[in-house]
């Protein structure tokens, strides 16, 4: 089975592209905004991008301050020498 089909917006009764562009800079993902003005995620997308807006990165807005996951996968380095710290002190 693929995909559910939308039935095609009548083109008096959708969203304005300033709508859209006005509730995505506010902060809203597309999934909502699409859920929200019943469209779909793939109009709502086409029409930030025809706009010129840059998409957010999935995972949303980061707040300010944000600090990235730490990459337990390396051995940690001193932030003065570069080095690993030696912790047999």
């Keep these: 089975m ?15 592209t300033a ?8 902060g809203q993902p597309i ?7 019943d469209v779909s995620y793939s109009y709502v997308h086409r029409r930030l991008h025809y706009s010129g807006v840059t998409v957010r990165g999935r995972g949303g ?3 300010a301050g944000h600090v990235p996951a ?5 051995e940690p380095t001193d ?8 912790t047999l002190d």
């Design 2 to 16: 693929q995909g559910a089909v939308m039935p095609a917006t009548p083109r008096a009764d959708r969203p304005t």
């Design 19 to 26: 709508q859209i562009v006005a509730r995505y800079l506010a």
């Design 31 to 37: 999934r909502r905004i699409a859920a929200e003005l």
């Design 61 to 63: 807005r980061r707040p």
């Design 70 to 74: 730490l990459d337990l996968d390396t």
């Design 79 to 86: 932030s003065v020498t570069g080095q690993a710290p030696n």
